[in-house]
């Protein structure tokens, strides 16, 4: 079945108009997404498989993403470790972290080695807006990620992707095939290049994320604007 996506421009619109005429706010939506990220990683990977969880966090909201989503993991039991390499200095950033080293969460500086004693590595590094070839210091940590026989859940876009065309033709990436797929909102063009599990929000890809309340006020957004 062929999925239905929308690009980077119309997924940073469509999230614009839910903090505008949708009302929320970026801390509710960014809640949303980590939560939803923590789900997925549960349904793969529950804490029976092993309890150590690597979140890579990149330096936008996809790596605000995965800084809730580590918090919920730990509230299931897991033990998540966060590799955040460039801090954000931005609010809602800095008190994600917070909330984290007030459960006394560890960060790392060292991806590579953390991702040799780990059971599962979620990638929040890149979502839709990524662009361009990988820049440092996340060069490494894709190649690590491309090598690595940890399973590995991307959330929103498998970091390095191009946003429409999927894999880099060259460089790191390349060969980069995560275990599992997260789709935020709406799946990205690249997905047609994914091989793998994939979530779509709260839910896998399945009809029931037509049950969810939030998924249809941002449909109907989506709609008006195409619309207009
Ligand atoms: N609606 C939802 O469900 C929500 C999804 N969210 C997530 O937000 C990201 C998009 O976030 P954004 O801040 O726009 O960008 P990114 O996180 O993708 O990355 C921006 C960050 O990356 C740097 N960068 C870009 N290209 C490169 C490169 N080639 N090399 C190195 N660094 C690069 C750039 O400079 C920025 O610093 C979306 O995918 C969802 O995951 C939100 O949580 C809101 C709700």
Redesign the pocket.
């Given at each position: 079945m062929a999925l239905k996506t929308i690009g980077a421009k119309d997924?940073?619109s469509?999230?614009a108009d839910?903090m505008s005429v949708g009302a929320f706010s970026?801390d509710q939506?960014?809640e949303?997404?980590g939560l939803s990220v923590s789900q997925a990683l549960y349904r793969v990977h529950p804490p029976t498989a092993g309890k150590r969880i690597l979140v890579a966090c990149?330096?936008?909201?996809?790596?605000?993403?995965g800084l809730v989503a580590a918090r919920h993991l730990f509230h299931y039991g897991y033990s998540p470790t966060i590799f955040y390499p460039i801090p954000?200095n931005k609010e809602i950033y800095t008190r994600l972290a917070t909330q984290l080293k007030n459960l006394s969460i560890p960060f790392t500086d060292d991806f590579s080695h953390a991702a040799q004693s780990t059971d599962h590595i979620i990638d929040?590094i890149?979502?839709?807006?990524?662009?361009?070839?990988?820049?440092d210091p996340?060069r490494s940590v894709i190649a690590t990620l491309e090598s690595t026989k940890v399973p590995v859940l991307s959330?929103?876009?498998p970091s390095s992707w191009n946003i429409q065309d999927g894999p880099p033709g060259n460089g790191p990436g390349k060969e980069f095939m995560p275990q599992s797929l997260i789709s935020?909102?709406a799946p990205k063009p690249l997905v047609k290049h994914y091989r793998g599990t994939h979530f779509l929000?709260g839910g896998s890809c399945r009809p029931r994320w037509r049950r969810s309340i939030i998924w249809s006020i941002r449909v109907i957004l989506g709609m008006i604007r195409w619309l207009m």
């Open positions: 997924a940073a469509l999230d839910l970026l939506l960014m949303l997404a990149g330096p936008g909201n996809n790596g605000g993403d954000t929040a890149f979502g839709f807006s990524f662009s361009g070839e990988v820049r996340f959330v929103d876009a935020l909102t929000g």
